[in-house]
């Protein structure tokens, strides 16, 4: 932490970027963390990732006969709970980016001691639609945080966003999600992802399918292996043999 900050700090306390309370908890966050980032004790006694047994999933929620990769793996670091209940919405409704880089930051640490590696990372892209109403894609923003902890290059226009969708979250239907999704990506033709490792990217896990459908993108242009990672999401059945 830099001095300027701390001289702000004390004559102006900042409150915290997911509750707006008064932030008392900076010193507790064993990261180094984004300027901008406060955060208050509260909020970060929630911030408690999953156990290593409960990180690893089938990628879709509900797998299908026909799923040309059923064997596609997610690893889920967080709940969506407690803190990124909060801390997401703010992320994409309220401009709060410095949370979307201090969860990449994170999730790269325990990517790194979890064992878990690739060639590149691609994070989902937004429709360009949500992308000027928000001015910035979240999941690029924990990408590339990721990158810097991982050291995995980032290739933040690997995957194209070809249609337009309505938000997932709107959708109760598993099928209609799906449905909802298809055809939604194409992979950037400018890159060759022949034989790679490919991790997909998003903030958020539900029923799988926007990672799935990304992924598919990604194994017909050719990758050897795709894996998905989120910061958070919820799931209820553990499938740790995926990695």
């Known amino acids: 932490m830099g001095f300027l900050r701390e001289v702000i700090d004390t ?76 801390g997401i919405p703010k992320i994409k409704f309220e401009s709060h980016s410095e949370l979307a880089v201090f969860g990449g930051m994170i999730l790269g640490s325990f990517m790194l001691k979890d064992g878990i590696a690739a060639d590149a990372i691609i994070p989902i892209p937004l429709s360009s639609k949500r992308l000027r109403e928000r001015g910035y894609n979240q999941a690029n923003l924990i990408a590339n945080s990721v990158s810097e902890i991982t050291r995995i290059p980032c290739i933040s226009d690997g995957l194209l966003r070809v249609r337009d969708t309505k938000r997932q979250a709107d959708i109760q239907e598993n099928s209609v999600r799906a449905q909802n999704i298809e055809g939604a990506f194409k992979a950037n033709p400018e890159f060759d992802f022949s034989g790679l490792t490919v991790i997909v990217l998003d903030d958020v896990a539900t029923t799988g399918h926007t990672l799935h459908e990304a992924a598919c993108e990604i194994y017909k242009a050719g990758a050897q292996k795709v894996m998905c990672v989120t910061l958070c999401g919820n799931r209820a059945v553990l499938n740790s043999e995926i990695y």
Do not use: M, Q
């Not at 707006?20 to 911030?47: M, Q, S």
């Open 11 to 86: 004559i102006l306390p900042p409150n915290c970027s997911v509750c707006g309370k008064f932030a008392d908890g900076d010193n507790r966050i064993p990261y180094e963390i984004p300027d901008n980032l406060h955060l208050c004790f509260d909020c970060l006694t929630k911030l408690v990732p999953n156990p290593l047994s409960k990180r690893f999933f089938l990628c879709l929620s509900e797998p299908y006969k026909a799923d040309p990769y059923p064997s596609l793996g997610l690893y889920l670091l967080f709940p969506y709970d407690g803190f990124w209940e909060k």
